[in-house]
Structures are given as C-alpha cells and as structure tokens.
C-alpha cells in the first residue's frame, strides 16, 4: 500500500501557515487540509479497502496526522493573534507626560469654596444658612451691636457711608445678620451668615475694601460659655485637622461678653488668630425684644484669612483681581 | 502698648519668674502679645568714671583732653563731646571694651595724643537716640562699677494689645494689678506722703462742666531743668519715649507708670485763675506744635483769665511751656471725659499718649497720686520747693451698687466657680464686694469702667479662671436638614456652571456711572459718599461690567477667551423689597459665554458659541424658563431677552450690542445674561422626576419642517411632547438650515408605548397624526420624511 507521505503534508502546511496575511485565513487552511476535499480525507476513504489491522494502524497514523494537522492551525492562529495584539500595543506609545490640559481647578472661587467648606462644617451640626443685606442701617451695623455713636469704627475713615446723614453704609461686619435674623425669627437660632462686608480701605497686598466673613450665631436654652468652646474646636478641627491645637485669649467685642479671640497652632509653631467669639451681650438681646431665658453665642470669621492659611496666598488683591492664572489653581 | 519687666517689678515681685511664664499669664489675662524682645547690653565692658580734668588738645581745637578715673586706676582719654565739666561721672570704654554693635576698643593715637578709649554717649552705648553729647550719670554712682549693673540692663519688653474696655490698663500699675492675681502676688504703695513747703499763687476752679471732673495742680519752685535720672531715661526709652528733660521726662513716666497724664505749664506765663471750659467757635489757641488750632465748641480747653492755655487731654498751648528759661512750674493732672477727648484728638488728628488713655477713660481718683509721684520723682533728684495740691474736683462720678445671684455664673460658663477662688480674685482685683452663698454684691473701683452689669464681673471671674481651663461641650443646632433656600440655590448654580466651563469670579462691588448706565438705565445708582476711589464711587446695579471686565483683563493678559460668572448682589436707589430705611439689594447670577471660547484640552481648537450657547446653559439652570424676545439697552436688538420661570421674570439675557463690543473695544461678541435669584426658589429648579422606562421597543421618525424664519421650535416640541403624553419621548432639534428664502427643521421623535410594540401600522397612524395636527397647527409644510424606523 503506497502511504502518504505526511511529512510532507506537515511540511507544506507549515509553508502554507507562514504565509497567511489574515486571521480568517486560519479557518480555509484548516478546510484545505482537514476538509472534505483534503488528501486525508482521500486517505480515510481508502481506509475501507484494508484490512483489519492495517485498518486500525493507518486509522491511528491519520488520526495522529490529523490532530497534528489541527494543533499546529490551531497554534498558528493564537500566534498570529498574539502578535496582532502585540504590534497594536506596540504602536500605542503617547508620552504621557505632556498635559494637555493644563487647567485642572474646580472653577469655583477659592473664596466660595472655603465659604462653602466652612458652611457646610456647620450644617453638618445643625446650623442654617442665613442671609442679610450689604447696604444697611447704621442702627443695625453698630447701634443693635451696642457700638455707641462716638465709637472710632464708626468714623468715615474707616466705614463706607451710603447717605450724608450717616444713616446707611456698607456693613462693615456680617453681625448684622444676627440682628436681621433675630428681629424676624424667634428662638431657639442656630445660624450662619457668610457674605461680604466694607472697609475703607485700597485693594492692596493686605488690604481689600471687600472681603469676607462668616457670622456665626447659636441662641438657645442652656447654651453655655462651654458649648461655645465645643462648637468652635469641633469647626477648627474639622477645617484644620484633627491634631490642630487650639487656645482661647480673652478679648473685647461690643457685642458679645465674655468675648475671646481663638488661636490655632500653626505649622512653624506660631499662634495665629483666626476667629472672633463671644457669648451674646444681654443689650443685644434685648434690642430684638429676646426673653431673658434664651442666650447664646455668636463668632465671626475672615474667609480670606483661612483661605490665605490653607492655601498659603500671600496677596489679597489676587482674590479680586480674578487672574486665570490665580482662579484656575482651585 | 510697651510695658517693662523691671518696671512692672517696682509693683509687684515679678523678678524671678520666668518671662515666658509672664507672656503665657499676660495672654491668658486678654493682653494679645504683640512682640516680646530679651533686652541685653548691646556693648561690653563699660565702666563708670568720673571726669579728674579737662584740658586742651596741643594740636587739634575739636577735641579736649580728659582725664579719668575709673576707680582703680586713672586713664587719659581724647574726648570731642562738649556737654561736661570736671567732675562729671561718665561710662568709659577702656580698651578691649566694645560699644554698640560690636565696635571694639582699643587704644589709639588722636593727633599725636593717646587716647585710652572713649567716653561714651546714650547713642554710643545703643540706649537711646541723643546726639548732644557723651551720658551723664548720677554723681552718686560708684566709680569703677560695670555700668551695665547701674540699671536694669538685662530686661524684658513685651509689646502688648490692651482691649478699648481697658483703659485701666494702660499703665504699668493697671498691668501690675491684673498679674497680681495670676501670680498671687500682692501689689506696691508706690507713692510718698508730700511735704509742700511753699504757698500756691494760682487759682484753680474747673467750673461746673460735666466733661472734667476733676482738676488738680501743684507748683513747683527752685527746680532746675536737666536731665532726668538713668533709670527714668532707661525706661521711657525702651517703651518708646523720647527723652526731653526731666519736667517732660517725669510726666511721659508718670503716664507710663500709673494712667495719669500730667501737663507742666510754665507757671510765671499764667495770670489769675485756671479754668475749664469749651471752646467758642473759631477761637483759636497755638499748640506745642506751634500749630495755630481752630476750635469748635466741642473742644474741652484750659484758659488762664486771658486766654486758652491748653487743648483738654490732647496738647498743651505754645505759649504757656516749659522752656529752659522757666524758673516755676505748675503741673495738672486732671480728668477729662473720654468722649470729649476723642472728639477732640480724632478732629485735630492729634493723637498722643495723654489722649489715648484719656478717651479710653482714666481712673477717676487717681489725679491726687498722679502729682504726687510727679514730685516724688523729682525729690529723688533735686531739692525742689512745692506747693500744696490745689483741687478742684467735684467727686461727680460713683458707682452703685450691683447684685447678682451666684447661680448666674454656671448658668453662663457652664462652670461652678468656688467661694475661695471668686472672693481671692476680687480682693486681689481690688474690686469691693460681698460673696455670700447665694449672691454676689459688688462696686466698681474707679478706674474700671466696664464693670457695670453682672455678666460684666461673670466675664472678668472667667477670664482669671482661664477660658483654656473650662470644658468643652458641642451642643447640634435645630436645622439638621437644609442649609436654606439663598445657599441651596447658590451652591445649585455653582455646581451646574463650575461642571459646564465657567470660571466663577468674586469682583469688587464698586463700579463707574457708565457701566451702570449700559445695561440698567432704569435703575438709580446707590453711590458712595466718602469713596476710597472717585472713579468708582457708585455700587453695581449690575454684573454684567465687573463680567466683561474680567473677560477682558483675562484675554488681554492670558490670551484666553473664557466663560465667566458671578453670584453676588447688585444695588439701586430704589426701596429694598423686605426692610426699611435701606436701598434695594439683588443677590443676583451673571454670566458671560464669548463668541470663541479657549477650550481647556490644547490638542483642540476653539470652541464657537452662539445665541443657544446661553440659552441652553440657561435651560439647564432653570429647565423650566421661558424666553420672551425684548430689546433692552446695551444688547443686540433682535437677541435679548426675558427670562420667566413660572410666569414670572427672573432676568435678562442676550448678546452684546454691536455698538458696545466696539466702544469695549472687544474683539469677539460676548453673551450674557443677568438673573435675580431672589425671584425664585430652589424647589422651582428641581426637574428631576423619574420617568420610568417602558420595556417596548423605540419608533423613530426624522421629519424635515419647512418653516418662517421666526417658527419658534419649542412650540412644535411642546406639540409633539402634548400628543405623545402618555408615551416615553425623546424629542429633539437635529437641523436648521437657514437661507434667505427658506428655512427647514429637522425634528427627531423618538417614542416608546408603555404596553405594547407598535405595529408597522399604528406607527404611520402615529407620524400622520403629529405632521397634521403640527401643519394645521403652525402652518409649516412637511418636506420630507427622512427615516421611519421598526
């Protein structure tokens, strides 16, 4: 019997593999030597003509070619594809080093954002957002503040007058949102007030005649001089840190008693001031017609000025002068 | 306010605790340090010598030969100073000593003289500013001493804030006395009986006015002007006083020392009888300054029977000073009203020491002791003759009275404060009162004016228990669940316009009357009176300059055209809409999206805005607004526009003029609105209801509208949107081509039923029914029907 001389079909194959251009090329080779029209399936069509043991002999010969046959495609093929993906990866090379886009802020304001940080800081333990006007009465500026008519803040060199009379300027304290929510709202009060306020001064490295404050006020039954120190060591750990120290100085304000400034300890070991707090004055309580059983607390806080500590800003005229280059930073 | 280690120690026994203790106790107290400087000898091996003889140099007329003894040993030394005689008792440089910064001494040939060092004025030896000559010391001074050991050399200054409500405190003693409770320590009697041995020849009545209660004055005799003492000079220059003479020097020291300011007047230029009165209206009175002031009848004044002497607390006249030439003198110590003073000093912008502390309010007793340590002063260096102190008070001032129930101190601090501690605190405060076990009985001292209600002692118990030493307790607010309307809405913009590529800007609220009048006409301006700049003296009645400005700077400077906006308030004349007496205020959001906008990835190229830029930010600020065509000043003419939320105005917005892009000299059209948030509220903007989704399969028409040119598109979507209600629509604008002649819509519907999938049939049932009802409706053609889908 003249066999097939499968080495050769091997060989061929091999040849036939290294020349294919196109993964669905796999599927025709394998047609072309496993198929119906193959030379194996010639050869297995002259199985019936042998005899029993040559049958099964020749029968395992062509089976083995076969499985060979199929093994070798089959392996081609994850090759080619291998490479494939290989040479795709290989072409994928960008340097990523180059920022495209180079711009990476929020686009929100610095001074918004601390705004927001601090109000929400509060919100978090129960305080509402309150709100009141820039242009006001100096009655609720400094009267209702228990700021008598010959106090120095009142002078024109230091306060914006909006009428001759000396009735009516830029707020120059956001206190008195205090007021403005007092007269309109009975107790129990736990608001915020963030917003702008005046001062006559230029817009320079350390100086803005704009800027920023947070009023913070709390009225109740039974709140204490303690819950004062609470409150505001839970705001400057949540805004600084939880290992921030933190001491209280005594301090005067017209409108709160006892009054202290809070100093927080900084990075390079210095203390620096960074809120204004007091329990409420009974006077002012009592000008928005409060009951004697209520009182409370109240604290102010300089939004630039914690900006300029978290960020490290040096100069407060970048705030306003609303530079790309400064507003794209946050 | 400056304040000295050893000065204070003339008080109370501070000398061996540790300054950084004091700092830590002065803080605690409410005195902010501002500054605290260790003072040590800026020079080395200076000795005390006194001046043997004086005698001419053989080849230089400057510069005199003197001849020294430092106690051991006698030097001859070259000195160029003038200002002492033989005798004179000096500190000397020998040499290897060194002077101020350094500077070593040694021996040295002066014009063919050995010089064995120098002797050494207040400058040399870093002390103090005096040109004059070489420092004269006591003649009672050891010869030979180290001179860093005649006074207190090795000292500490602190540089400290003393709060508007404690004028007591601005003196050594006031200082003294709140430290003598920290440390418990008890506190000096500084001053010494007087012995007047000479009768008063002036007259002193200080009248019937409120705004001096008390005016009492001393003459002085047979006194010679000089320099004061080392010690004195030491002092009132390290706290920042310049040294004069010892008339001057004594009344700075005085005031430093115990709060009094004192005034010496020549007494010989006085005639007849001192008194106190305001000034008539342009009177005028000569000032040390040698300023001719012009008075109002505010101004408190001394007169003699001639004239105004002096302005009341704030300076003294020219006329009556202490001169080399005067030979008696006479010294107030008064107490002025504070509010008088202030008047007086802010008016005149004369500010001194004397009328800081007199508008911070003095101790109303203190007037007598003022002039007492004023000759005590003086004694200690002079033999002088004084009178009997002339006083003209009129005890007008007393305190009552003031009670209070023990509980309130815990009802306010939230801490017990025991018997012992309060009791122990008031008498070392010196503050009278009666702790019992239920109240608190109390009189203010004269010189505390702020202890005038019970919360006012409460503060001042708390404050020497130390804030640091009280509990901390967090008590949660009653509004857990919103942050408020005003910051809800604030915080909804911000995040829509923070994510969509403006730049959120803060800009000043002060503007120019052009940029006002550009866009808000109608409005009047809420100006200034006493702006910090004349050019923009008016408040913003919008924002849509501070906008454009900050477009402008940023493209000019960075060369990038960007979206901006701002939330912030805009002011005018007319009445606010809650409160009285104030102007109208409008928290309001302005933007600005320009025609070619920078895009932020530098691999692509500009962006192009139009019209619908702005109103397609605007849909998704507010998506339930309307826009109502209405040409306003400053915009375009066909785009401006209303915007209505719920039927009611809430802004305006549109493109900018072509006129004013030019006068703004812009290179590119700017789109901008302008919206008063307070016109709606936050719950108005909350669009966000599930629709649910059906599980059927889409149809989907694209339908070509051939239009007018001013078809509004939204009115065929709200058509299409009415008809096909009870469906899951998604229906949008894909084309709009517009000619001359022509203009074509191209609409995309696309539409589920919730129960069932549609038929080939009912789907063209569906088109025909939304082009007829769309063309009877509108009267629009279809042209064409680009696609209908499964």
């Keep these: ?48 003509t042998l005899s029993k043991d040559d049958k099964k002999t020749y029968g395992e010969k062509l089976n083995n070619v076969n499985n060979s046959i199929t093994s070798n495609i089959k392996k081609a093929e994850q090759e080619f594809i291998n490479k494939k993906y290989t040479s795709l990866e290989n072409e994928e090379n960008e340097d990523i080093t180059i920022d495209w886009i180079t711009r990476s802020g929020t686009h929100r304001h610095v001074i918004s954002q601390v705004m927001d940080e601090v109000v929400e800081i509060f919100a978090s333990i129960g305080y509402k957002v309150a709100f009141g006007p820039e ?167 300089g939004i630039e000025r914690l900006a300029m500590l978290k960020y490290q800003i040096d100069h407060i005229k970048n705030f306003y002068e609303n530079d790309l280059r400064f507003l794209e930073q946050f | 306010m400056k304040i000295l280690k050893s000065w204070l120690n003339d008080w109370i026994d501070i000398e061996d605790i540790n300054s950084n203790d004091i700092s830590e106790a002065l803080e605690s107290l409410g005195f902010e340090i501002e500054s605290k400087t260790d003072k040590t000898p800026n020079y080395k091996n200076i000795l005390v010598g006194k001046v043997l003889e004086i005698y001419e140099h053989p080849n230089a007329d400057k510069v005199r030969i003197t001849k020294v003894d430092v106690g051991s040993k006698t030097y001859e030394i070259v000195c160029g100073a003038w200002n002492f005689d033989v005798g004179a008792v000096v500190p000397v440089a020998l040499p290897n000593s060194e002077i101020k910064d350094g500077f070593k001494i040694n021996k040295r040939d002066i014009r063919g003289v050995e010089s064995n060092g120098m002797i050494c004025s207040a400058s040399e030896l870093d002390l103090w500013d005096d040109h004059s000559g070489i420092l004269k010391l006591s003649s009672e001074t050891k010869l030979g001493s180290d001179f860093s050991t005649i006074y207190s050399s090795n000292d500490t200054l602190w540089e400290i804030g003393v709060t508007p409500n404690r004028g007591d405190c601005m003196s050594h003693l ?161 107490y002025f009203d504070k509010v008088s003073v202030m008047k007086t000093s802010r008016r005149l912008n004369l500010i001194s020491d004397a009328s800081i502390r007199f508008e911070r309010g003095i101790d109303f007793n203190l007037q007598k002791q003022g002039l007492q340590r004023f000759v005590n002063l003086f004694e200690n260096d002079q033999d002088i003759f004084y009178s009997n102190i002339i006083d003209s008070s009129k005890n007008g001032i007393t305190y009552n009275e003031v009670k209070f129930r023990k509980y309130e101190i815990e009802q ?3 801490v017990e404060l025991d018997d012992e501690f309060i009791k122990n605190t008031l008498t070392k405060l010196k503050i009278e009162a009666n702790v019992s076990d239920t109240e608190i009985i109390f009189t203010s001292p004269s010189w505390r004016y702020d202890l005038e209600r019970p919360i006012d002692l409460i503060e001042e118990l708390a404050k020497h228990y130390g ?45 120019d009357s052009y940029s006002n009048e550009l866009f808000t006409p109608e409005k009047k301006s809420v100006n200034v009176i006493n702006p910090i700049d004349r050019s923009q003296e008016y408040l913003r009645t919008n924002l849509l300059s501070s906008l454009i400005n900050i477009y402008k700077f940023n493209v000019e400077n960075n060369n990038h055209s960007n979206r901006y906006y701002e939330i912030n308030n805009v002011y005018d004349d007319s009445n606010h809409k809650i409160f009285k007496h104030i102007p109208n205020q409008e928290y309001s959001l302005g933007l600005l999206i320009p025609e070619i906008e920078t895009i932020e990835d530098d691999r692509l190229k500009t962006k192009s805005n139009d019209i619908n830029s702005l109103t397609n930010t605007i849909k998704k600020l507010f998506p339930l607004c309307e826009f109502e065509q209405l040409s306003r000043p400053g915009f375009h003419k066909n785009y401006s526009y209303l915007i209505k939320l719920e039927n009611k105005i809430i802004g305006y917005m549109g493109k900018l003029s072509y006129k004013n892009k030019s006068e703004m000299e812009l290179e590119q059209s700017l789109y901008i609105a302008q919206i008063n948030t307070e016109n709606f509220e936050f719950k108005q903007l909350e669009d966000n209801i599930y629709k649910p989704l059906s599980p059927y399969p889409y149809i989907k028409f694209d339908l070509s509208f051939s239009v007018t040119h001013d078809f509004q598109a939204s009115d065929l979507i709200h058509l299409i949107e009415s008809i096909l209600k009870e469906n899951e629509n998604n229906i949008s604008i894909f084309d709009n081509f517009t000619n001359e002649k022509t203009r074509n819509l191209g609409i995309r519907i696309v539409t589920r039923n919730y129960d069932k999938t549609y038929t080939e049939a009912e789907s063209t049932q569906i088109l025909e029914m939304i082009v007829k009802e769309a063309e009877t409706k509108f009267k629009i053609k279809l042209n064409r029907r680009a696609e209908n889908a499964t």
């Design chain 1, 135 to 301: 242009v006001e009465t100096s009655w609720h500026n400094f009267d209702a503040l228990n700021t008598p008519d010959w106090h120095p803040a009142r002078y024109e060199s230091d306060t914006l007058y909006t009428d001759h009379n000396l009735e009516t300027l830029l707020r120059t304290q956001t206190s008195t949102v205090q007021i403005r929510h007092m007269e309109n709202n009975d107790p129990p009060v736990y608001i915020v007030a963030p917003g702008r306020v005046f001062r006559s001064d230029q817009l320079d490295a350390t100086h803005s005649p704009v800027f920023h404050q947070l009023e913070g006020l709390a009225i109740d039954k039974n709140l204490k001089f303690t819950d004062l120190k609470g409150t505001l060591e839970y705001f400057v750990k949540q805004f600084f840190g939880e290992n921030i120290e933190t001491k209280f100085i005594p301090h005067f304000f017209p409108f709160t008693e006892p009054s202290a400034e809070v100093l927080v300890k900084w990075n390079n070991g210095e203390w620096l001031e960074i809120l204004g707090c007091g329990m409420v004055d009974p006077n002012v309580l009592d000008h928005v017609g409060y009951s004697k059983e209520y009182q409370g607390f109240a604290w102010g806080v």
């Design chain 2, 174 to 334: 006031g200082i003294a006395r709140e430290l003598s409770n920290y440390f418990n320590l008890s506190l000096q009697e500084n001053s010494n009986e007087l012995k007047p041995n000479i009768e008063s020849v002036i007259k002193v009545n200080s009248g019937r006015i409120k705004a001096c209660n008390s005016y009492q004055s001393i003459e002085i005799e047979n006194f010679k002007l000089d320099d004061s003492n080392l010690n004195i000079r030491y002092r009132l220059s390290a706290v920042g006083v310049r040294v004069i003479n010892n008339v001057v020097d004594y009344t700075n020291y005085v005031l430093h020392d115990i709060g009094q300011p004192l005034h010496a007047f020549d007494r010989d230029k006085l005639f007849g009888t001192i008194s106190v009165r305001f000034a008539k209206d342009k009177e005028i009175l000569k000032t040390l300054d040698e300023q001719e002031r012009k008075l109002d009848t505010n101004d408190l004044i001394i007169t003699d029977d001639d004239k105004p002497i002096a302005l009341a607390g704030v300076m003294g006249g020219y006329d009556t000073e202490v001169t080399d030439k005067t030979n008696n003198l006479l010294i107030e110590s008064a």
């Design chain 2, 467 to 511: 804030f640091n030493n009280f509990a901390s307790t967090l008590p949660i607010g009653n509004n857990l669940n919103s942050k408020g309307d005003y910051w809800d809405k604030r915080l909804y913009l911000s995040k829509i316009l923070s994510s969509s590529n403006f730049y959120e800007t803060q800009t000043l609220s002060f503007t």
């Design chain 2, 412 to 414: 306010i601090l939230g």
């Design chain 1, 1 to 48: 019997m003249a066999e097939l001389n499968f080495d050769k079909v091997l060989a061929s194959l091999k040849l036939r593999l290294n020349e294919i251009v196109d993964e669905a090329e796999f599927d025709d080779v394998l047609k072309e030597y496993t198929g119906k029209d193959s030379l194996l399936s010639v050869e297995r069509k002259k199985l019936s």
